[in-house]
């Protein structure tokens, strides 16, 4: 049979690249799990999907409950769930202020994690009851969360502290927006949030890879300078991102060049390994690379996994 894939913000970018790139094999059957529908639907049509290997399903990931709604939705679907790709994400780089959530948690914290978090929780379930031979959940990082890195490096950088805002509940009132605690800076909790998936990636394969045999990984596909995330930069960066992406850090890669590095990660049959962090040299070959030493501290994946279990009402 096909594989059977969920890809979450499948209506563009990277998502939409990744989509179609398994699509066009004719092996798996994509479910786009996309917060506008019309627009997921036109997305798909004009990137030439065959109409046979693709669903569009409602997921808004800014409401716990619409999570809830979307798990039910696909349950009743009856397909099987082989692989889930948690990709969504809002970055509000220029935002003075912050915006919520519908359970009041600040937008990209909210979205891009919690409520990643609670989808990958209800949806490993699905995972494991799936009798297919290469059962993978994966989590879209980010080199923004890599301060080992050059690129990680350049303020504000990611820094979750002692998590004291977000046990806090994140919503601004009396406590903090943010993670650390901190004054609100929007391309921070966007750092932030990268750094809570590749936590939780490992934190997810050191809980559940032994005992269910599903493999869990994380990735930085490269610079993708063109995507929507870049949407609410001031226009001068939108202008001159590209350009310093491709000549200057040579880390630029093409929306279709990444989407077939994530495909990779959702059916090479190399790429099975649990816990690891894909990334791509130059020549456009994988390898495991190595996370900050907050991204890859376990004590602190274990408290963001405590926190963010009773945040989504899993605890
Ligand atoms: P895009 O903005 O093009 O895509 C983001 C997707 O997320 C869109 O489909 C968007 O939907 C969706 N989305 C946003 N909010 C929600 C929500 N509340 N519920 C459901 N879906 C939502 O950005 P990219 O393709 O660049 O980003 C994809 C992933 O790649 C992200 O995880 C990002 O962190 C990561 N990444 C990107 C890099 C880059 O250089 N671009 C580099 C490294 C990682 P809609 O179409 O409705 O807006």
């Not at 070959?285 to 899993?314: H, P």
Request: aromatic share 8%; proline share 4%.
């Amino acid at each position: 049979r096909k594989g059977s894939v969920i890809i979450t913000g499948a209506s563009s970018g990277l998502g939409l690249a990744t989509a179609k790139a398994l699509a066009e094999t004719g092996k798996w059957h994509v479910i786009m799990a996309c917060r506008n529908f019309l627009k997921a639907e036109k997305a798909a049509r004009s990137a030439g999907m065959p109409k046979e290997n693709y669903t569009v399903m409602h997921l808004d990931l800014a409401s716990l409950e619409s999570v809830r709604q979307f798990v039910d939705t696909f349950r009743r679907s009856e397909r099987p769930l082989d692989v889930l790709v948690c990709n969504a994400a809002v970055y509000q780089p220029t935002a003075k202020e912050p915006t919520f959530t519908a359970d009041g948690f600040e937008i990209s914290v909210g979205t891009n994690h919690l409520g990643h978090f609670l989808l990958s929780r209800l949806l490993l379930d699905d995972l494991k009851q799936s009798d297919y031979p290469n059962r993978r959940c994966i989590i879209v990082g980010s080199i923004t969360g890599n301060t080992n890195t050059l690129a990680g490096n350049v303020p504000p950088k990611a820094n979750l502290g002692d998590l004291r805002g977000l046990a806090g509940g994140l919503n601004g009132v009396g406590t903090s927006s943010m993670i650390d605690g901190g004054e609100f800076d929007g391309a921070k909790a966007y750092k932030d949030s990268k750094v809570c998936n590749m936590l939780t990636m490992q934190e997810l394969h050191r809980r559940f890879h032994e005992e269910t045999g599903v493999s869990f990984a994380s990735l930085y596909p490269g610079c993708i300078a063109e995507t929507g995330l870049f949407r609410e930069h001031i226009p001068l960066f939108r202008l001159l991102f590209p350009p310093f992406q491709k000549y200057i850090t040579k880390g630029y890669v093409s929306e279709a060049e990444a989407g077939k590095r994530l495909a990779q990660v959702v059916s090479d049959p190399s790429l099975s390994k649990s816990g690891v962090y894909w990334s791509w040299n130059n020549n456009s070959s994988s390898f495991e690379n190595q996370l900050s030493k907050e991204a890859s501290d376990a004590e602190k994946a274990r408290k963001l996994w405590e926190v963010s279990e009773k945040l989504v009402g899993l605890a």
